[in-house]
């Protein structure tokens, strides 16, 4: 059975940091892209940032330069290193991975950019 389950979110001030992490079990990790969404309250879920199994990245423009996602296939996990977090970063974070044919989500973590 395939699971992701994030880890890593919480509440943090304008301009910090956070780093969400995703494991994957159950499945050869290597051989699927990877990739982190989010959705706000009131919004259609996006696309936040992506890789291939072949270390292709893509960045949502709102997060390019603050954030970097990374995967270690060894470990099974895809991670996201967030900087200069802003008020409309506030979402739940889901990780995602895929091939064709098949989508596997995680249950998502929170993140709350707040003062």
């Known amino acids: 059975q395939v699971q992701l389950v994030e880890s890593g979110g919480g509440l943090v001030q304008p301009g910090g940091s956070l780093r969400l992490s995703c494991a994957a079990s159950g499945i050869i990790f290597s051989n699927y892209a990877m990739g982190w969404y989010r959705q706000a309250p009131g919004k259609e879920r996006e696309l936040v940032a992506g890789?291939?199994?072949?270390?292709?990245?893509n960045y949502a423009g709102s997060v390019k330069g603050r954030f970097t996602i990374s995967r270690d296939n060894a470990k099974n996990t895809v991670s996201l290193q967030m900087i200069s977090l802003k008020p409309e970063d506030t979402a739940v974070y889901y990780c995602?991975?895929?091939?064709?044919?098949?989508?596997?989500w995680g249950r998502g973590t929170q993140v709350t950019v707040s003062s």
């Open positions: 890789i291939t199994s072949g270390g292709i990245i």
């Open positions: 995602k991975l895929w091939t064709t044919g098949i989508v596997y």
